[in-house]
Nanobody
């Protein structure tokens, strides 16, 4: 299974970005977004279960929304009201089990996409 994240860029605080994650299979997985700032570990941003239930880390609740389009084999991360502290490399990931907040528990990973938010 291959995942391909895209949509990152350089924006100003308060702007919006939409990240996409293309999946090479139509199999429905539990999927998540993680982010990694320089010198830091991968942090869970949010995820979507196979039943399309979503969960988010507290710092992005109300600003970020995860969705998926099964017809397009894709998952999305809509990021609104971006803050400089949201700057990181964002990764999408998939696993066959239930939602997990631990990066190492995911079976498949895409390459990251850089999000930089200037103040």
């Amino acid at each position: 299974v291959q995942l391909q994240a895209s949509g990152g860029g350089l924006v100003q605080a308060g702007d919006s970005l939409r990240l996409s994650c293309a999946v090479s299979t139509s199999t429905i997985y539990t999927m998540a977004w993680f982010r990694q700032a320089p010198g830091k570990e991968h942090k869970f941003v949010g995820g979507i279960s196979r039943a399309d239930n979503t969960v988010y880390t507290d710092s992005v609740k109300g600003r970020f929304t995860i969705s998926r389009d099964n017809a397009k084999n894709a998952m999305y991360l809509q990021m609104n009201s971006l803050k400089p502290e949201d700057s990181a490399v964002y990764f999408c990931a998939a696993r066959t089990g239930t939602m997990n907040y631990d990066y190492s528990r995911y079976d498949f990973w895409g390459q990251g996409t850089q999000v930089t938010v200037s103040s």
